[in-house]
């Protein structure tokens, strides 16, 4: 079995895609409990999340000027607390794909780094036999003139 055939990183990956779902539940609940977090982050996004929805449901059955009513604020901050809920869990699934991406990138450059110190390595050996199959050439050459020479001689 290859090294690296069962990557620990995904394995831990999934561990916090899995634990973000109970984490952003304890967020929601600890949001409607404080005031502050209610009024200031839950009860914003829920109001506009629903007068957009509504607004946008009454363009689709064709109402143009009807006016939308705000939730009350239990329904809005409830509403908000899920969006923030949900927020979360995208958040942490979206990191955990760009540090998955990252991790993808950075095992392909050294892959690529490898094949090319690799195929850089393998030129320099052609070119060192190339230039011993010039010397050897050069030798027998040599060697054969000699020999001719030799022979005129005798």
Same mark, same amino acid.
């Given at each position: 079995?290859?090294?690296?055939? @069962? %990557?620990? &990183? ?7 895609? +899995? ?14 409990? =404080?005031?502050? @977090? ?5 009860? %914003? ?11 946008? $449901? ?10 939308? $009513? ?6 809005? &901050?409830?509403?908000?607390? !899920?969006?923030?809920? !949900?927020?979360?869990? @995208? ?8 540090? !998955?991406?990252?991790? +993808? &990138?950075?095992? =392909? $450059? ?5 094949? =090319? ?5 393998? +030129? ?9 199959? !010039? ?10 003139? $000699? ?8």
């Amino acid at each position: 079995m290859a090294v690296g055939a @069962f %990557p620990i &990183a995904k394995l831990l990956y999934l561990g916090v895609r +899995q634990l973000s779902k109970p984490v952003a539940n304890r967020l929601k609940a600890g949001a409607l409990r =404080s005031e502050f @977090f209610k009024t200031y982050v839950c009860l %914003p996004p829920g109001q506009i999340y629903h007068w957009v929805e509504m607004k946008t $449901k009454m363009r689709i059955m064709g109402f143009r000027g009807a006016t939308i $009513k705000p939730l009350n604020e239990e329904a809005a &901050a409830e509403l908000g607390a !899920e969006l923030l809920g !949900e927020a979360i869990i @995208f958040i942490i699934g979206g990191g955990c794909m760009i540090l !998955e991406y990252s991790r +993808q &990138a950075a095992n =392909s $450059k050294r892959k690529e780094e490898e094949l =090319s110190h690799t195929i850089g390595s393998l +030129q320099t050996q052609i070119g060192e036999l190339a230039l011993n199959t !010039e010397t050897l050439d050069a030798r027998l050459r040599e060697a054969v003139l $000699k020999r001719s020479i030799n022979q005129r001689n005798i």
